[in-house]
């Protein structure tokens, strides 16, 4: 009898270690899914949309953005992909981009991380032609067409590229799809505020003609209702040509009065337009596609609040 006993008890004492045993090991799987599910790490092309992706993902649990390309850098014009962005790439989830072209210097994504969910912000958003940087010498070339890709700096299209951010974001992770409606609302409220003032500041102004001088015042000028007589290409790599700059300055000079719009990511100004107008004032405005710090601070609230202020500014020159 007391085999027998012992032996049920050791069949009963085999069966729950094996239940316990059973349990740590599901608690312990699908701890690890379960971490798996939660951590979504997303890579943003550059500033303007890193800056979209920190807004519309702040206090999302479990999702994190990083920015590829260093915010000190500005445009992408010129930009070459460098090892740490094909290590970041390679380690993403999803990439945010700010599409329109501006990211040509990542290649055929599709090829190279078949794996990578790619977020395009500009779908839906009436894309400008860009101008031609006249910075070689053989006028021979063949030049292919330029999309102009300063989308952002239109508080309409940025709303647009909220707007697709959200949607995006919601697909990848619907289970927090509240707090991304919830934080995109917010957001494209205070940008909704933000472009109201800049109209209001825009009406101010002496005059609506203006001559731009970076392809990123483009959609910036034409939401507020200037009337772009010239648009130049000035940049880190490129200066105006002799060409060129002749045009501005009969341009400046045939204008009453006229503004004179800088991006104020590069510091080369023409004084000789300035000089040939009746009545001239230069503006230089942020167009938040460049920053000194990596901060959480949002770049393009930031940004046009100033340029509300310089647009408002009759005391300057
Ligand atoms: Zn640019
Ligand atoms: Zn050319």
């Given at each position: 009898m007391t085999y027998g006993y012992n032996k049920r008890l050791g069949i009963v004492a085999g069966i729950m270690l094996l239940l316990v045993f059973a349990a740590v090991l599901i608690t312990v799987l699908s701890g690890i899914s379960h971490q798996d599910e939660k951590r979504v790490q997303i890579v943003a092309s550059f500033l303007p949309v890193y800056n979209a992706a920190i807004q519309v993902t702040d206090g999302v649990?479990?999702?994190e953005v990083k920015n590829l390309v260093p915010p000190q850098n500005g445009c992408l014009h010129d930009y070459q992909l460098t090892p740490e962005n094909v290590i970041a790439l390679s380690k993403a989830d999803a990439l945010i981009i700010n599409g329109a072209g501006a990211e040509s210097f990542l290649g055929d994504l599709h090829s190279q991380y078949a794996d990578l969910k790619v977020i395009d912000t500009s779908e839906g958003i009436a894309l400008l032609e860009g101008i031609h940087h006249h910075h070689h010498e053989d006028e021979e070339e063949e030049h292919e067409e330029i999309i102009n890709e300063h989308i952002w700096t239109s508080p309409s299209n940025y709303i647009k590229q909220i707007e697709n951010l959200r949607d995006q974001l919601i697909r990848l992770d619907p289970v927090h799809a509240h707090q991304y409606r919830a934080n995109a609302e917010n957001y494209i409220?205070?940008?909704?505020?933000?472009?109201?003032?800049?109209?209001?500041?825009?009406?101010?102004?002496?005059?609506?003609?203006?001559?731009?001088f970076h392809d990123s015042l483009a959609y910036f000028a034409r939401e507020l209702?200037?009337?772009i007589l010239a648009s130049l290409s000035t940049g880190e790599e490129s200066v105006l040509s002799a060409s060129e700059l002749a045009e501005a300055v009969k341009t400046a000079a045939l204008a009453d009065k006229i503004l004179l719009i800088y991006d104020d990511q590069y510091h080369t100004e023409y004084a000789s337009v300035a000089q040939e107008a009746s009545?001239?004032?230069?503006?230089?405005?942020n167009m938040a596609v460049a920053s000194s710090t990596q901060g959480t601070d949002d770049v393009w609230l930031d940004a046009m609040r100033a340029n509300i202020q310089i647009l408002k500014d009759t005391d300057g020159d």
């Open positions: 649990e479990g999702v409220a205070e940008i909704e505020t933000v472009k109201a003032e800049l109209a209001e500041a825009a009406s101010s102004l002496p005059t609506k003609n203006c001559i731009i209702g200037f009337n009545f001239s004032r230069t503006l230089r405005l």
